[in-house]
C-alpha cells in the first residue's frame, strides 16, 4: 500500500521536483486517504547534492495498522540509483505490444503493486524489443508500461487521455504545455498508422521510436525537436 514518484536528478540537481512532489501528495491523498504526504521530513535537496546523476525514488506508505484501518501514521522515504539521464531523442527504439489487459489505476498514479509493468517490460525485452505498449481492459492505449505515450498522426500531436490510466507525468505536461498536443483515445490500429511515436518518462526525457509492432517509423521530426528543446529549457539550465 504505497505510492512513488521517480524524479530524475542531473548534476545534483533534482528535475521538476515541485511537480513531483505535488503529484505524490495528490496520489498520497487520493489512494491512501493521508491528507499531507510526510515528505517535508525528507531531505530530497541533500539526497541530490555531489554532482550526481541518476534518479530519486520517493515513496509514501500507508504505515502501520490493519489494511481496513484508516491512514494515521504514514511514511515517506527515498532512494538515490546513480544511472545516465537522457536529454535527447536517442536511438529509437522498437516496441511491442502487451496482449494482457493493464489494470487501470485511479489517477493514473503509480503505486507499489507494480508488477504488471515490470512483466510487460521484461516480456518485451525478451522478445528483442525496448519496451511495450499497454491498453486498458476496454483496449484503449494508456501508454509505454513505463512511460508516457505520443503519437504524430496526419500533423496531429496526441496522447492517451488520463481517463484511460495514463500518468499524469511531469515531462508529459512538459510537452502538453508547449505544443497543441490533444488528448485522443488510440488503440493498437491507430499506432500502426503513426508517422511517428515517442515516449516520454523522468529518466530518458523524449525517446523516439523506429519500430511499432513490426512496422518501422522513419519520422522523428517532432521528437527530435522537442527534445532539443527539453535539452537546452531543463538540462542546460
Not at 533534482?14 to 489512494?31: Q, T
Amino acid at each position: 500500500m504505497s505510492v512513488f514518484e521517480t524524479i530524475a536528478v542531473f548534476d545534483g540537481r533534482p528535475l521538476f521536483l515541485e511537480e513531483h512532489l505535488v503529484r505524490i501528495e495528490r496520489a498520497s491523498r487520493d489512494l491512501l486517504g493521508v491528507p499531507v504526504a510526510p515528505m517535508t521530513a525528507l531531505p530530497l535537496e541533500e539526497l541530490a547534492t555531489g554532482g550526481e546523476t541518476g534518479v530519486l525514488r520517493v515513496y509514501v506508505t500507508a504505515g502501520t495498522g490493519g489494511i481496513l484501518e484508516p491512514v494515521t501514521a504514514p511514511d515517506a522515504f527515498a532512494l538515490f540509483e546513480r544511472c545516465e539521464i537522457a536529454g535527447g531523442p536517442g536511438a529509437g527504439w522498437r516496441l511491442a505490444i502487451e496482449r494482457a489487459p493493464m489494470p487501470v489505476t485511479p489517477g493514473g498514479w503509480k503505486t507499489g503493486n507494480y508488477w504488471a509493468n515490470v512483466r510487460a517490460r521484461q516480456e518485451a525485452t525478451a522478445r528483442g524489443y525496448d519496451e511495450a505498449v499497454v491498453a486498458g481492459p476496454s483496449g484503449a492505449v494508456m501508454g509505454a508500461s513505463m512511460g508516457n505515450l505520443f503519437v504524430v498522426d496526419g500533423g496531429r500531436l496526441m496522447t492517451p487521455p488520463l481517463e484511460t490510466g495514463a500518468r499524469p507525468g511531469v515531462v508529459r505536461q512538459w510537452v502538453m504545455e508547449r505544443t497543441e498536443a490533444t488528448e485522443e483515445l488510440l488503440t493498437f490500429e491507430t499506432l500502426r498508422g503513426a508517422g511517428e511515436i515517442f515516449i516520454t518518462n523522468s529518466r530518458v526525457g523524449l525517446a523516439t521510436v523506429s519500430e511499432f509492432d513490426g512496422h518501422p517509423l522513419t519520422a522523428n521530426r517532432v521528437a527530435a525537436s522537442l527534445a532539443a528543446q527539453y535539452c537546452d529549457e531543463i538540462l542546460s539550465r
